[in-house]
């Protein structure tokens, strides 16, 4: 049996942020295919090792992304007998275009053992991890079991869709035969601070509560015993000088005339991200070699060992982050 290498935090986040936002299709059959497209890969930070062992295709779609006046809308796609391939029709002159059976894949990624990867990260015992092969709700919310965090054992779930199915999810959690506490994990937002939460069920996005560990990663125990006791977690300061927006991957500093950059490679998106939340933390200063573990986790041996050759051929790095003779990077804010 081989043994798949732990993930790091940025692979872990990329593939819940595929199986967050996870859509359905249909087929020639007229099947529901849920899972991502081929095309919606491009910028995809998986290695190929990963995508090999986490996405399975589970069937083909039967529309295709075209540009339409500066808009992308969803061709119909069919199968063109004389040309023995499948072909679109691009507007505005209705010309067919093939398209690769390949381009049209759906792949899914199996929640069973996406599940039992979250439980490893969140070092639940296997004994433990009751609800992973049945979901409580059918794709959108798993009961992993009990973790141990500082000698109280807790129910930790994680949810999917959380933004569309909260009332669907609260109404699960109101059953009288489930303990009154528990952590929800999301793979999207956590939930709003206008709606509170149900019972003493404290909901967190799953970003947040993820630290580096010698083995990929895990969760901060002690920042789960904070908010068991009633803290709040730390919230992202957007009135500060340095904001990133992790859907467009755009980093802004509001104290330099500098125009918003748009972030394109996955890995220099992670070095942006960590270093934006070292800051939210008041660090100005973050180590190099804290960086790359951040991005790179226990694969980080053989690959880039300086933050300057993960952004080599983009100079424009160096308008917005600086760097110190003791191998420090923080953000030019003046």
């Known amino acids: 049996m081989n043994v798949y290498p732990p993930l790091t935090i940025t692979s872990l986040l990329e593939l819940t942020r595929l199986f967050e936002y996870s ?16 095309w919606a890969l491009t910028h995809c930070c998986l290695t190929p090792q990963e995508r ?17 006046n500066g808009n ?25 275009r093939s398209v690769s059976m390949e381009d049209l894949a759906i792949l899914a990624i199996p929640d069973d053992q996406l599940m039992q990867s979250l439980a490893d990260v969140c070092e639940v015992p296997v004994a433990l991890r009751t609800g992973i092969e049945t979901p409580a709700i059918t794709d959108v919310l798993w009961h992993l079991g009990k973790i141990r965090i500082h000698a109280v054992w807790v129910d930790i779930w994680c949810a999917r869709h959380l933004s569309v199915k909260t009332a669907q999810i609260f109404h699960h959690l109101k059953n009288k035969q489930l303990p009154d506490t528990g952590l929800v994990l999301t793979f999207g937002a956590p939930l709003p601070e206008v709606i509170p939460p149900h019972r003493q069920y404290h ?13 990929g990663c895990g969760i901060d125990e002690d920042l789960l015993h904070r908010v068991l006791g009633g803290a709040s977690l730390p919230a992202t300061d957007q009135s500060g000088p340095v904001r990133f927006d992790s859907y467009s991957n755009t980093l802004v500093i509001t ?30 200063w973050v180590p190099s070699h804290e960086i790359l573990a951040y991005v790179y986790g226990a694969q980080q041996q053989g690959h880039s060992r300086r933050i300057s050759d993960i952004f080599r051929g983009n100079p424009l790095w160096q308008e917005y982050i600086t760097t110190s003779a003791k191998g420090l990077y923080g953000f030019k804010l003046d």
Not at 23 to 38: A, E, H, M, W, Y
Not at 61 to 67: D, E, G, L
Not at 73 to 84: H, K, M, T
Request: proline fraction near 6%; include cysteine.
């Open 52 to 68: 090999a062992h986490w996405l399975v295709p589970i069937g083909y779609a039967t529309v295709y992304p075209v540009h339409v």
């Open 203 to 215: 909901f967190l996005a799953l970003k947040q509560v993820l630290c580096v560990r010698a083995a």
């Open 23 to 38: 859509s359905v299709f249909l087929n020639d059959q007229g099947q529901r295919l849920l899972g991502v497209p081929q």
């Open 255 to 284: 104290t330099k005339s500098l125009a918003p950059w748009i972030i394109k490679g996955a890995r220099q998106q992670a070095v942006v991200r960590y270093l934006v939340d070292q800051r939210h933390k008041d660090r100005a």
């Open 72 to 96: 992308r809308v969803l061709a119909d796609v069919s199968f063109d007998p004389e040309a023995n391939h499948y072909v679109y029709r691009s507007e505005p002159s209705f010309c067919k």
